[in-house]
């Protein structure tokens, strides 16, 4: 049973940073596209990054690209976002997700195309 587990949420002055973390058990993540989603209040969930743990190859929504990095701890079963430059645009719920099959590729920002979730993590940025 895949359970993924985030933390690392919290509220900050916009500027600041945040790291997220997102811990999976129950399955190695070694070759497993992973994947971070957020959604603020009224709108839809939207993909943020992902990183195909295999080979590292990361994918950037273009409103996070150059503040945001999402990297992997296989040894830890773990995955991060460290959020820099934070605006109070990103306040949202942020959601980490996995595959059960395939590299993330160009649709790595469907929702749909992961097959577990975690509970979330609030960023509020004022």
């Known amino acids: 049973h895949v359970q993924l587990v985030e933390s690392g949420g919290g509220s900050v002055p916009a500027g600041e940073s945040l790291r997220l973390s997102c811990e999976v058990s129950?399955?190695?993540?070694?070759?497993?596209?992973l994947g971070w989603f957020r959604q603020a209040p009224g709108k839809e969930r939207e993909g943020v990054a992902a990183?195909?743990?295999?080979?590292?190859?990361?994918h950037y929504a273009d409103s996070v690209k150059g503040r945001f990095t999402v990297s992997q701890d296989n040894a830890k079963n773990t995955m991060y976002l460290q959020m820099n430059s934070l605006k109070p645009e990103d306040t949202a719920i942020y959601y980490c997700?996995?595959?059960?099959?395939?590299?993330?590729?160009?649709?790595?920002?469907?929702?749909?195309?992961?097959?577990?979730w975690g509970q979330g993590t609030q960023v509020t940025v004022s």
């Open positions: 990183i195909w743990t295999a080979g590292g190859i990361t």
């Open positions: 997700a996995a595959r059960l099959y395939g590299s993330c590729g160009s649709t790595w920002f469907e929702a749909g195309r992961y097959n577990y």
């Open positions: 129950g399955d190695p993540i070694f070759k497993r596209c």
